[in-house]
């Protein structure tokens, strides 16, 4: 059975602080990672990853896979009160075709409190 | 960008009436939907994949007569939820795929009393 485990659960910060968020995963046919960010409605894209050690950044979010250890890494740095949200990892799988399913974590809570 | 349009936003209903929640994808075409519900504190489920023009294909677990499917065109997937009950309130969530990765629409609250 695919599985995708965040961590932690839930998290509070102070503005300025820098957060890293954890996504470990065990899937067959790896396809991709994707981190969303989820506030009151659905989640916005933030970044998707396919190779290994290739970091991607926007802004004060960058992120990391890798694919021999199965996890991924979701850094904030100089946090903010808007960075208040849920972030979600998923995992996409190669099931044949252009679409695939994706496989989500349970997320992460993140506060950030001024 | 892509975007993909999902309506209503909210709805309230009674227990027993059904339910029709629609996706379009406004500026691309999408030969495949996902829909997801999603439970306060919890994460997305997956509980179909809407294939235009074909059979829905349903997760384990989710029943296909009460979670109808309907995927008529390259740019609208429904799912109606039929004689709703009060456990079936949720956020559900549709998504297309885009090459940068899935795009989801605003998902709809459903609460049913």
């Known amino acids: 059975e695919d599985k995708v485990v965040q961590s932690p659960l839930s998290l509070v910060v102070h503005e300025g602080d820098t957060v890293t968020l954890n996504c470990s995963y065990e899937?067959?046919?790896?396809?991709?990672l994707l981190w969303y960010k989820q506030e009151k409605k659905a989640p916005t894209f933030l970044f998707m990853l396919t190779s290994s050690g290739i970091e991607k950044k926007s802004g004060r979010l960058s992120s990391i896979l890798d694919k021999k250890e199965l996890f991924s890494i979701l850094n904030i740095t100089a946090t903010q009160t808007g960075d208040s949200a849920i972030y979600l990892c998923a995992v996409a799988k190669n099931s044949g075709g252009s679409n695939y399913k994706l496989t989500f974590g349970k997320g992460t809570l993140l506060t950030v409190n001024p | 960008g892509a975007v993909v349009s999902q309506h209503p936003s909210w709805v309230i209903c009674k227990s027993g009436t059904s339910v029709k929640i629609e996706c379009r994808s406004l500026?691309?075409?999408?030969?495949?939907m996902f829909w997801y519900r999603q439970f306060p504190k919890q994460s997305l489920m997956l509980m179909a994949t809407s294939n235009e023009g074909s059979k829905a294909t349903y997760e384990q677990g989710v029943e296909k007569d009460k979670f109808l499917i309907n995927h008529a065109s390259l740019t609208l997937s429904t799912l109606t939820v039929t004689s709703a009950h009060p456990e079936d309130s949720s956020f559900y969530i549709c998504?297309?795929?885009?090459?940068?990765?899935?795009?989801f629409g605003s998902g709809t609250r459903l609460t049913v009393v």
């Open positions: 998504s297309a795929n885009r090459v940068y990765g899935y795009t």
């Open positions: 899937v067959t046919n790896f396809r991709s």
């Open positions: 500026d691309f075409q999408a030969t495949t």
